[in-house]
């Protein structure tokens, strides 16, 4: 499609980068209920000017809105022209600009309108100004100006007339936009309810004292978002009752009290509030669907046992807030290892001391991981052993790794969130993912790894907050201590922060004749 080049939307002046103050990804209060969603714009409207050429090629791009009623925001949207290709995300911002809420798009369409959805839905007040916008690194945007000459209303939603339509151009990532031009529609929206559906979790923070809370005391650039581990605890909350494994009887469920097993048959079982820690370790083996273990305690004993293994014929298993020890034992090679297809998904937990690896993918069948909101701490603890804190062989897999804390104080031979599915000769399949908003530090060898070989689709590491002093690779594989080369059209590292030296890390271009990892 022609691009359309708008008079009066030139490059805006360069506004230095700031370091983005991010909220907390902290849920709202439970809600059960969910009332129907309202957009400003509906599915069918369509700019003019869907292709509109710009000589910045980083920009944010956004719509100020309120709401008549306090609400939720679970989503944004953008109208995508078929040139305007890349990387987009999604932000929400309050009108001092604080960054809310922010999401990557994914699975996007070629052109048309595209939505995300929020972990946690957005809780806004009423009668108060916000702005959504999106971020993108490409030449190309819709644009229709005089467009906010008369406000837009739908439902509850309000974007105000005159001054609308809102910008900011410059060389870094994301930034808060706040230049209007001509009552530009840039064709941005929200997906707004007066009630919304929160993820129901079960941890109480105030209950959890932080296992690390000086972690990151010596920075003087770290997250300003909540850090797991460090500033609120994950894992078993202090004075959690827990239940003796070897009294479990429930439909689907089988107990081994001589092998101190139990194994898990039948579909929709959660196991909440065991302590699996007594008489040598317990081990959970799952052979069914949907199951959740929460709210227990792990610890590789004498018995040797595993402490979560998903056979082949499991599938959608959920961890959430459990202590798992793996004790520096090598009798186990992953605290948490998949081997069926279907969605792994470890949360505010607390996961330690394992011999080899922290959380295994080995499977050949459609699998998703989804790990956040963890500490993650020491890996590779046996010596000669080489242990990640996330391994992935086969595939295809898609990796959703977010707001997690690594470290690795000394001792162990340990590399980070790695996604890597070959096997010796044989190469595994990546449809795409992200590595966003973790604190990494310590003795790790290096702190991500992508095979792009085995990419099939965007794979994005993103505003993750690292100190490499104590690594030999730095932030990832195939780069310069501290920074990574992208090899391949489909990944990208974008707003990671050095934290010792405060230095943003930013796609750069490979060496002449690199070698692919």
Known sequence: MKAERIAGLGMATFVVLQTLAYAAPAAPSLDQSESAAESL???????INVNVEESASNFELGIQFKSAVKGYITGLRFYKG???KGVHFGNLWD???VLLASAQYTNETASGWQEVEFIFPVEIMAN????????????YYSADSAYFTNAVVNGDITAPASINGVRWYGADARHFPTTASNNTNYWVDVVFARRAKIPPTTTTYPTIGAQLP??????SHKPSWSVAGVNYGVGVADGQLLHNPALISMAGVKVNENLRQVTVIGDNVTLDSFDFTLNGGWGVIIASNNVTISNSNFLVGSNGNAPILGTQSSGNVTVTNCTIDGNNSGNVGGLIEMRGAGALTVDHSWLKNSSDDIIQMHNNGPSALVAKYNLIQNAGMTPGAHGDFTEFLGGPFTATIIYNTTTEPSGGSSQGFMVEPDLGSKPGVILGGEIGNNTMTGYNNVFTGITVADLAGKFTVHD???DPSHTSGGLAFGGVRGGPNDRSPMSFYLNNVNMVSGVIIRKVSPPAGAIQR
């Open 41 to 47: 714009f509906s599915a069918t409207s369509r700019p």
């Open 82 to 84: 078929d040139l305007n």
């Open 95 to 97: 009108s001092s600009g």
């Open 128 to 139: 108060t100004v916000y702005t959504a916008s999106y971020h993108g690194e490409n030449h």
């Open 214 to 219: 000086h972690l990151l005391d010596s920075y």
């Open 464 to 466: 993750n907050y690292f």
